[in-house]
């Protein structure tokens, strides 16, 4: 069992659908929890950080994190054709010299 | 634009050239990262300087040899590559190379090996 699981799609939604990314975890000892964009032909972007549970809110996007089943979830409001990229998750834990990554969900946003 | 700056953008050599791939950041980070990426799959760590010092080779061929000439360059070293090893190689840096801190990468080298 990998130790980052996330749903590769790949997802297409109609413009202005509310998206939902979700990666769930085995390892308990993951505390510190992020989202990243990536383009094609373009390296991945930092979108969201967070290390604790509940929910961060930046402009349309929400991470929440539910460290008791070990699901982390990315909400993207209002999505756009702009938005159409693969969304990577990935943890930390204190102590670890490098992130593990999920394998990534490729989405598209039609307009 | 990112904060990390790769060069080349793409890169096609023979298997038996040598060439470099250069990183370089400028936001005082003290913790450079190679990654190799193949189409549809995350990035899969190869090196880890911290501090300049190497912390993590992750079992990567020897025909991969990195270098931190200072806290804001990073090289790798390519040379007798394979088909193989065709791939996306991204640069990240972070604060400090522990798991609370978010990476940032580059854009990446489009490697293509003849």
């Known amino acids: 069992q990998k130790e980052v699981e996330q749903d590769p799609g790949p997802l297409s939604v109609p413009e202005g659908a509310i998206v939902s990314l979700n990666c769930t975890y085995s390892n308990s000892a993951f505390q510190y929890f992020m989202w990243y964009r990536q383009y094609s032909r373009k390296g991945p972007e930092l979108l969201m950080y967070?290390?604790?549970?509940g929910n961060k809110e930046d402009g349309r996007f929400t991470a929440q994190v539910d460290k008791s089943s070990k699901y982390i979830s990315l909400f993207i409001r209002d999505s756009q054709p702009s938005d159409s990229a693969t969304y990577l998750c990935?943890?930390?834990?204190?102590?670890?010299?490098?992130?593990?990554f999920g394998t990534g969900t490729r989405l598209t946003v039609i307009p | 634009d990112t904060e990390v700056t790769q060069t080349p953008k793409h890169l096609v050599m023979g298997m038996t050239n040598k060439k470099s791939l250069k990183c370089e950041q400028h936001?005082?980070?003290?913790?450079m990262y190679w990654y190799k990426q193949k189409a549809k799959k995350p990035p899969e760590l190869m090196f880890v300087y911290s501090y300049e010092k190497l912390s993590i080779n992750e079992s990567v061929p020897s025909r991969f040899s990195p270098e931190c000439p200072n806290s804001s360059l990073l090289n790798l070293h390519l040379h007798a590559l394979q088909p193989e090893d065709s791939a996306l190689y991204l640069c990240?840096?972070?604060?400090?190379?522990?798991?609370?801190?978010?990476?940032?990468f580059g854009d990446g080298t489009r490697l293509s090996i003849l």
């Open positions: 967070t290390y604790s549970s």
């Open positions: 990240a840096s972070s604060q400090f190379s522990t798991g609370d801190q978010p990476q940032h």
């Open positions: 936001m005082g980070h003290r913790a």
């Open positions: 990935a943890m930390g834990e204190t102590g670890a010299n490098n992130l593990f």
